[in-house]
């Protein structure tokens, strides 16, 4: 592990210069992640500027009906806030599918969001990974990819985005708020994760030095009938193989899905929610949904089963959805 | 015979408050002077030479002391081994030639652990690297017989005829991937000199096994060499042999002239010590229509390093669980660039059993048969290959009661009938043994002046509650309350004893101490002068009479699979055990308890995942390799039927890996139960399963 010199920042202003100033400075949250990859050298920043203490803590009431869920806010406590259990209960239950306890109460919301690959090879820096250093490979392409993208990877990258909560969000068409230096800004989550192209290096569209301050989620969005399912390799304490967070409105058809541990990104299923729109709810529109989303998967030779999976996954949650709807 | 008052008694650990309360000191924690800390550099390389090692690079960096690599490192005897004869895999930093991914190449000494951490860390080392053959099968050009060192080729009776004439053949084959032991304390080393003598506090299964390795690899008298071990959390086989922080730390200690300590890290855990091999196992069944069996033929195939020979005896159970007129085995070895395989969790028999009772239940299957009455129909009443008589049978009471208590009668054998909502539900029963007995131990016994008894012997606790179990043996030996009895353990100055292994440490050691207590209650006694006995068993082992000795279970299961996701989940496991006389009934479930989910881990999650292109373990983590978490183990329920093994003091047998044996087949018979399709592949992923 490499040295590092360590601030606590009590106002978003000094977080914002501090890490300006520096090179290889970095926000720290929770470091549930962060800390892990600066113990394998993954990560090697020069300093972390603290921002756990920041007033940016809480859960608030929007204008439009939504909720603030500000930045710091712990894992734990934005899943247990009555509120978002109640308007948003996909994203209370993606955040307690991922993690433990221990590590939900200590990770932030902001973190969450920015949170780096469990790619193995990411993992450790004696591999090739164009991630953790543009241009050197990626080796996952040609190597082991049981776990990693059937869609929307290049060539230099397929490795997945490792969040659940960053995946019901994505459903709710969140956005994500942050501060910089020269101002406010926001990013719908649409748009917070480009696509991986030939810069897998850059994970998001936040400015340099940005912060984020909050997540809010939009008063359209509210869906108290919303499922997050995750499906893993083991019972508990392990990244989606591939997981779900949907919505769906019987009267109108109307659904926002998103899938994960399909894509570098939260996956939103477009072409599933446009299919779904187009018509009665039966089982055969079910299925027409996911193969629409599905038919733009591109599985690796040793991932093809998750696109089976990602398939059944998106006709179950709707069948449940539907099957829960009140008459 | 001795009157049994402490044994059989359920008591906690003797240890155990001092470990819940985090007093309780592991081969880390030992505070010690001048202590320097070495840190491990691991080659990236599969296959390959050494081109050069920057030594200069890091010689200035804060706290470094000096680096150790194969150009200054004391020479090793090429001539030390384990069991299994010279071990390529001791001879760490003796030349550039790296045959694995993941072998030592340096070690960095420096003044604190992160120091040394970070030199490691920095250190370059660039490699000549040359094409690896890490891809494992059966048929690979290099496979060649195992070496006959135990688990030999069997061939009784005209298997091509018996299968000929047999109603029902299965023929399948079945294949188990590379597994890691993993147990939650990484291995550790301190060592130092004292004048001319070497010392050691080691994290092992036997200090007095090691300290010989030891001194014969560092060409030592073994009087010249002193290995401890403090409390050990967890060897499962790992810690048999003498690791590599031992011997690096040796090497340390050797050139610096002060303690070293060396401790390996997670990601070494799992590319340093010992894995269990990948094996792929043709089995051939043939049976009456009655479910008699008439042949059983089972040749597996496993991989090893060329460093070390090693037997993955996946026959083992073969030999012994069913009577057949036709029974052939033999063991195939691949060496390819891998990791030394050894001894892990069950050796042989957990990844043999897998395929045993998976083509067991597949012949049920055909034969339209319960697969319980199919075990039932092939007891044999004396050894099917070695034709010796059982010292104790007790699989079937095994059988019936675990049967009873399951509520095995109801099933209906058809596979994919429960459905629960979207869930298929199925259930799956294995059989299964592994072999029992001693080895030769050294045990000492003083009566104190104060009426207490000094009892010593160089056994370890890995954590499975041996110190308990051994201080109450001590005290019915001695018929005396365990409050009179001093025990003291794991130094190899102790004598020679067998090490916490191969499900015979408690056996070896309990007897050792047996007959220490006979010998001296038969002695007149002075209550005023300390008296001291010292037994070694070596020739009461060879006077037992050749039998066949087993310890033996059945696991029954309930799994449920959502065939839409590929997700199998363990809803009850239930296992029946002969395991001989019962020291501890509350430690020996624990034990049990642990190996079956270790077996539910095997039928589940454990898999070292290798980059065929690299050569490299690409999951060597927690994270990457699975164990079952808390949430992954179900209702679970061990017990024990009445058992005795004759001929062995207070009856013992071990229980040390049985409960590992068996779980992964239940489990995967209760899969295909529940789905129609076979699994005959672990572990049984989600990518496996999934429709």
Known sequence: MKEFAYRRATEVRDALTLVAAGDGARYLGGGTNLVDLMKTGVEAP???????????????????GGLVIGATT??????????????????????????????????????????RTRCGYFADPSQACNKRVPGSGCAAIAGEHHNHAVLGWSRHCAATHASDMAVAMAAFDAVVHYETLDGPGELPLAEFYPPVGDTPDRETALPPGALITAIALPGSAVSPRSRYRKVRERASYAFATVSIAADLDVRTGSARIALGGVASRPWRARRAEAVLREGPLTADRFR?????????????????????LARNLIVAVLTELADRAPA | MNAVNSIGVARPRIEGQAKVTGRARYAADKPMRDLAFGSVVVSTVARGRIRDI????????????????????????????HFFGPDGGLQLLQDDVIPFAGRAVALVVAETLEQAKAAADTLPVTYDQEPHDTGFTADHPNA????????????????????????????????TPEEHCSAMEPHSATAWWEGERLQAIDSNQGPFFIATVLA??????????????????????????????????????????????????????????????????????GADADGRLRAIQHEPAFELSPLAEYIEGCTEPTKTLYAAPAIRTRNTAVPLDILPPYSMRGPGAAPGSFALESAMDELAERLGLDPLELRLRNEPAVGPVSGLPFSSRNLVACLRTGAERFGWATRDHRPRTRREGHL????????????????????????????????????????????????????????IDTERVRLRISDSELGPAWSAGGSRGTTSWAWAITEAAAQLRDQPRDPSRRVTVTV?????????????????????????????????????????????????????????IGGMIGGLSMALHEEGVRDQVSGRHVNADFAGYHIAAHADVPDIEADFVPDYEPGIPFGIKGAGEIGNVGTAAAIANAVWHATGKRQRRLPIRLDRVVE
Do not use: W
């Open chain 2, 216 to 285: 014969t690899l560092f060409s030592l008298g073994f009087e010249q060499v002193r290995v401890r071990t403090e409390h050990v959390g967890g060897g499962f086989g790992s810690k048999g042999m003498c690791g590599p922080q031992l011997v690096l730390a040796t090497m340390g200690a050797t050139l610096f002239r002060r303690p070293v300590r060396v401790t390996l890290t997670r990601d070494q855990v799992f590319l340093m010590t010992a894995m269990r091999p990948a094996t792929e196992q043709p089995i051939r069944l």
């Open chain 1, 288 to 308: 027409a949904a996911a193969d629409a989303e599905l038919s733009a998967a591109e599985p690796l030779p040793g991932n093809g089963y998750k696109v089976t």
């Open chain 2, 424 to 479: 298929l539900v199925g259930t799956g029963m294995a059989a299964t043994s592994f072999s029992v007995g001693a080895f030769p131990s050294v045990a000492s016994i003083t009566a104190e002046v104060d009426g207490t008894f000094t009892v010593i012997i160089a056994a370890t606790d890995l954590g499975t509650g041996a110190r308990t179990a051994l201080t109450a043996i001590a005290a019915d030996a001695l018929a």
């Open chain 1, 74 to 115: 712990t894992n734990s406590d934005a899943a247990a806030h009555p509120e978002v259990r109640r308007r948003y209960p996909a994203l209370s239950e993606a955040i307690l599918a991922g993690a433990s306890g221990q590590l939900r109460n200590m990770a932030t919301v902001g973190g969450n969001l920015l949170q």
């Open chain 2, 536 to 592: 070694d068993t070596t020739q009461l082992l060879n006077d037992l009479p050749s039998m066949e000795r087993h310890a033996y279970s059945a696991v029954f299961t309930e799994v449920t699979v959502d065939p839409a996701t590929g997700e199998v989940r363990v809803r009850r496991l239930l296992g029946m055990f002969a395991v001989g006389q019962v020291v501890n009934p509350l430690t020996a479930r624990s034990q049990v």
């Open chain 2, 54 to 81: 920057d030594v200069a690079a890091v010689k200035g960096m804060p706290g470094v002391l000096g680096v150790i690599d194969y150009r200054n490192a004391p020479r090793l005897n090429p001539e030390a081994g």
């Open chain 1, 46 to 64: 020069a300093r972390l500027v603290d921002v756990r203490f920041l007033p940016l803590d809480g859960v608030r009431e929007a204008a439009d």
């Open chain 2, 144 to 175: 060649r017989p195992a070496a006959p060192l135990f688990d030999g080729p069997e061939d009784i009776g005209d298997l091509e005829a018996e299968l000929a004439a047999s109603a029902v053949v299965v023929d399948e084959r079945y294949h």
